[in-house]
């Protein structure tokens, strides 16, 4: 009798261990790379909370560095402001002799017969309303600011009969220039 030796189980038997040792690995590989997905994603939440915290810290700092700017800037404003108020009081010094100067001249060189009604200063120059008992007066108040040492380039705007004031009686406009305190200074130097 011959014996028959059956290994359809045993190939059965070993197609089912490996099949078990197939998906225990292949388990174990998805088990470790859901581990090293984990890993990963938590260390990039990580740098990702690091970098937000970093953001946040320049953040304030930058606001800070925004309100010193913002104060520095008000502080120049105001310094810029006192400068300006320095110059004008400076100036306003300066000037303070001239403009007695000015106004005394102003009367010196008046001919009889001439009378002002209205002086008004605008920048370096000076506008002139008045009346006249002749044209006469008038060219001679131009001649005396001409030869002044205050004045200059004086500039008949309009003239126009005023019979109030006589046969020849005028009102007139001029403008004449103020020579600068500078300038005056310089020319007594020489």
Request: proline share 3%; no cysteine.
């Amino acid at each position: 009798m011959a014996t028959t030796i059956n290994l359809l189980p045993w190939r059965a038997e070993l197609r089912e261990q490996r099949k078990k040792e197939f998906f225990a690995i292949t388990g174990g590989f998805a088990g470790m790379g859901v581990l090293v997905f984990l890993v990963w994603v938590m260390a990039l939440n990580s740098l990702i909370e690091y970098q937000e915290a970093r953001n946040g810290k320049l953040k304030s700092e930058i606001a800070t560095l925004d309100k010193r700017i913002a104060e520095v800037d008000e502080l120049k404003k105001q310094k810029a402001e006192m400068v300006d108020r320095m110059k004008i009081i400076r100036d306003l010094q300066g000037t303070r002799p001239a403009i007695v100067h000015i106004f005394d001249d102003l009367v010196k060189k008046q001919p009889d017969g001439l009378f002002y009604t209205k002086i008004e200063k605008k920048d370096k120059q000076l506008v002139i309303n008045g009346t006249a008992e002749s044209n006469n007066r008038v060219s001679s108040l131009m001649n005396a600011f001409k030869n002044s040492d205050w004045f200059e380039d004086p500039n008949l705007k309009k003239v126009e009969a005023n019979a109030s004031a006589g046969e020849q009686g005028t009102n007139f406009n001029l403008s004449v220039n103020v020579v600068p305190m500078k300038q005056k200074n310089d020319g007594e130097k020489k």
